[in-house]
């Protein structure tokens, strides 16, 4: 019965696989000298669509794009929009025109996540998108286990880079220990952190967040959201606190963070915070 099943899936898996290169392929595409005349400064990374059923898998997913913001972040390259900026376009059906006009940004990057059935792989299929010409740039497909999905933020934003600047970029520091046991679970919290941040459910993210923070007090993307959750409640002076362990340890850091006025009143409240690392 299993195996009955798992053809029709394999199939259908195949199926989405081929249009999306097909589509990629045969779709509207900016070769050679149209993208040498270009110089392309920002960027934005939306929401990866989990194609997937299971609900781990969306946490993956969320925790991959939030990766792969933090990862051209950390490049200090490109002007690149926070997450919370993009979360108005997450599991909506939009155009580049739009996603120029409301985000400001010169290309984006786009794309979905599946689960091969029965199986630790997944299939990310990654594309840039010109935003001012609606131009597909660049499209890969990456298929990795579940523990080697953490490297794929730093493998697509080294190729994408090189692509769009046309010289050779040096590997980026990992963001995570992919070798530390359970590592893969805490991609996956994290997703589930996020979501949660995201839905305005800011007393289950910062649980969420401790839990990972329990285990790993040094995992920069956590400390930072739950700054965010932390915020989100009210609790100023204990997000500043968040932020100030992410604070740049020597003048290669390429963070920045501005707390203006008073930290616990909300009228007087204010924060700026472009999130990268060292």
């Known amino acids: 019965k299993s195996t009955n099943m798992l053809l029709p899936i394999t199939g259908f898996l195949t199926i989405i696989g081929g249009a999306f290169w097909v589509w990629y392929s045969l779709g509207s595409m900016s070769h050679g000298s149209d993208i040498d005349n270009k110089i392309f400064q920002s960027i934005a990374v939306?929401?990866?669509?989990?194609?997937?059923s299971n609900i781990n898998d969306d946490n993956i997913s969320t925790?991959?794009?939030?990766?792969?913001?933090?990862?051209?972040?950390r490049l200090g390259i490109f002007d690149v929009k926070p997450r919370a900026d993009v979360l108005k376009f997450k599991n909506k059906i939009t155009t580049a025109e739009e996603i120029s006009s409301v985000?400001?940004?010169d290309v984006y990057i786009d794309g979905s996540l599946i689960r091969v059935p029965n199986s630790d792989e997944y299939i990310a299929n990654i594309i840039l998108v010109d935003a001012q010409e609606g131009k597909n740039l660049w499209a890969k497909e990456f298929k990795k286990t579940s523990s080697d999905i953490l490297n794929i933020p730093n493998i697509i934003v080294k190729e994408v880079?090189?692509?769009?600047?046309?010289?050779?970029?040096?590997?980026i520091a990992p963001l995570y220990d992919v070798d530390r046991s359970g590592a893969d679970e805490a991609f996956?919290?994290?997703?589930?952190?996020?979501?949660?941040?995201?839905?305005?459910?800011?007393d289950e993210s910062v649980v969420v967040f401790d839990s990972i923070l329990e285990e790993e007090p040094d995992n920069r993307l956590a400390l930072f959201s739950k700054g965010q959750a932390l915020e989100g409640l009210g609790e100023y002076s204990d997000a500043i606190s968040k932020y100030e362990q992410l604070l740049?340890?020597?003048?290669?850091?390429?963070?920045?963070?501005?707390?203006?006025?008073?930290?616990d009143s909300s009228e007087e409240y204010s924060s700026n915070w472009v999130f990268s690392d060292e």
């Open 46 to 52: 939306l929401y990866l669509d989990n194609i997937s």
């Open 103 to 105: 985000l400001g940004v």
């Open 161 to 171: 880079t090189q692509f769009l600047s046309g010289d050779i970029v040096a590997d």
């Open 248 to 263: 740049p340890r020597d003048n290669h850091n390429v963070r920045t963070k501005q707390i203006l006025a008073h930290p």
């Open 188 to 202: 996956s919290l994290l997703g589930q952190g996020i979501n949660l941040l995201d839905s305005e459910k800011y």
């Open 63 to 73: 925790a991959l794009t939030s990766s792969i913001t933090t990862a051209f972040s």
